[in-house]
């Protein structure tokens, strides 16, 4: 007995010094490559492959001290993958309860009412916390790296601000942005007015989208919506510009001429009856509802009274009086 109390003291004496210098360690400053630095921890990755991308990204930390010490605290199996950002003086107490706690550092990107997937494109390509995986690729391979079955993405993409783990993909924002459109659409759908002249929700996203551009004042939304729904029942042109501006694409300078207007495109619907063929840009919420729940009046047109509000009329004599009064001058 004495003889293991005299082996069992010398190692406990050890263990007891080895924790200690492991729990000192722990509370010391670790060194960084910069500050603040991000780094991300791959989802699936075990605590070695974790630590590895750690001091990948520039960490200074001593693999077999932090595992040590997770393995104390049972979090070797509990780290949480996501983006990380870490300052000068954290320790690697603080590093390993951030990554236990899943405290990720979160990216934002703001998608805009009435923009085109085009302009989207753009914003996302210049946004430093994504990762581009979409860069080079048509918008035909995008659709199908979604898995999408539609023939564009335009309308499609809800707008937003998104929050997301930096260095997500580019396809992860496109891929929400267009489940929160679906889901929006479909319930839209489910509660829209009777007897409206749409065969599918496709149909009525195009006819929101056309609101979007038509107007950004909030009151107007409804009765424009009310306006294009009045003239596609009655076979009338809708005569829309922001449709024939869209049409000409690169084309357009931005001055729309009377020519412009005359020149058919698969968008001109001042030379085609009914809506164009995809959605010309991507509506908000109020858009949606407006284009599936019109107003109850006989409006068939409506000119800009040059405040950023309409001036709506049921005839076409009203109509001129109103262009006349507001758009040239009249009295």
Same mark, same amino acid.
């Given at each position: 007995?004495?003889?293991?109390?005299?082996?069992?003291?010398?190692?406990?004496?050890?263990?007891?010094?080895?924790?200690?210098?492991?729990?000192?360690?722990?509370?010391?400053?670790?060194?960084?490559?910069?500050?603040?630095?991000? @780094?991300?921890?791959?989802?699936?990755?075990?605590?070695?492959?974790?630590?590895?991308?750690?001091?990948?990204?520039?960490?200074?930390?001593?693999?077999?001290?932090?595992?040590?010490?997770?393995?104390?605290?049972?979090?070797?199996?509990?780290?949480?993958?996501?983006?990380?950002?870490?300052?000068?003086?954290?320790?690697?107490?603080?590093?390993?309860?951030?990554?236990?706690?899943?405290?990720?550092?979160?990216?934002?990107?703001?998608?805009?009412?009435?923009?085109?997937?085009?302009?989207?494109?753009?914003?996302?390509?210049?946004?430093?916390?994504?990762?581009?995986?979409?860069?080079?690729?048509?918008?035909?391979?995008?659709?199908?790296?979604?898995?999408?079955?539609?023939?564009?993405?335009?309308?499609?993409?809800?707008?937003?601000?998104?929050?997301?783990?930096?260095?997500?993909?580019?396809?992860?924002?496109?891929?929400?942005?267009?489940?929160?459109?679906?889901?929006?659409?479909?319930?839209?759908?489910?509660?829209?007015?009777?007897?409206?002249?749409?065969?599918?929700?496709?149909?009525?996203?195009?006819?929101?989208?056309?609101?979007?551009?038509?107007?950004?004042?909030?009151?107007?939304?409804?009765?424009?919506?009310?306006?294009?729904?009045?003239?596609?029942?009655?076979?009338?042109?809708?005569?829309?510009?922001?449709?024939?501006?869209?049409?000409?694409?690169?084309?357009?300078?931005?001055?729309?001429?009377?020519?412009?207007?005359?020149?058919?495109?698969?968008?001109?619907?001042?030379?085609?009856?009914?809506?164009?063929?995809?959605?010309?840009?991507?509506?908000?919420?109020?858009?949606?509802?407006?284009?599936?729940?019109?107003?109850?009046?006989?409006?068939?047109? @409506?000119?800009?009274?040059?405040?950023?509000?309409?001036? @709506?009329?049921?005839?076409?004599?009203?109509?001129?009086?109103?262009?006349?009064? @507001?758009?040239?001058?009249?009295?």
């Amino acid at each position: 007995m004495r003889l293991l109390v005299k082996i069992s003291l010398p190692i406990i004496l050890l263990l007891t010094t080895a924790l200690g210098g492991l729990f000192w360690w722990a509370n010391q400053p670790l060194q960084l490559s910069n500050s603040p630095l991000d @780094f991300r921890v791959a989802a699936g990755s075990s605590l070695r492959s974790a630590i590895a991308q750690m001091r990948e990204a520039g960490i200074a930390v001593e693999p077999s001290l932090l595992a040590m010490l997770a393995r104390l605290n049972r979090a070797d199996t509990a780290i949480k993958a996501g983006s990380y950002a870490v300052k000068t003086g954290v320790t690697p107490r603080q590093l390993l309860n951030k990554l236990l706690k899943g405290k990720v550092t979160q990216g934002e990107l703001t998608l805009v009412e009435g923009w085109t997937f085009r302009q989207w494109r753009a914003r996302m390509d210049n946004h430093p916390d994504l990762s581009h995986e979409t860069r080079g690729l048509s918008e035909a391979q995008i659709i199908a790296q979604l898995g999408l079955d539609i023939g564009s993405l335009e309308g499609w993409l809800f707008p937003d601000t998104y929050l997301f783990d930096k260095h997500s993909s580019d396809l992860d924002l496109l891929a929400r942005a267009h489940r929160a459109m679906s889901r929006k659409l479909d319930a839209e759908w489910v509660q829209r007015a009777a007897g409206l002249p749409y065969k599918s929700p496709q149909e009525a996203l195009i006819m929101a989208s056309i609101v979007e551009k038509e107007t950004g004042r909030e009151a107007d939304r409804i009765l424009v919506a009310t306006v294009f729904v009045n003239r596609l029942r009655a076979g009338m042109l809708l005569q829309t510009d922001p449709t024939v501006i869209y049409g000409l694409g690169d084309r357009f300078d931005g001055n729309l001429r009377k020519r412009d207007l005359l020149t058919d495109t698969p968008y001109n619907t001042y030379t085609r009856r009914g809506l164009p063929p995809t959605p010309i840009a991507m509506p908000g919420q109020s858009s949606l509802r407006a284009a599936l729940n019109p107003a109850q009046s006989d409006v068939l047109y @409506f000119v800009a009274r040059g405040d950023g509000s309409s001036q @709506f009329s049921q005839t076409l004599d009203e109509h001129n009086n109103a262009v006349n009064k @507001f758009q040239r001058g009249g009295k």
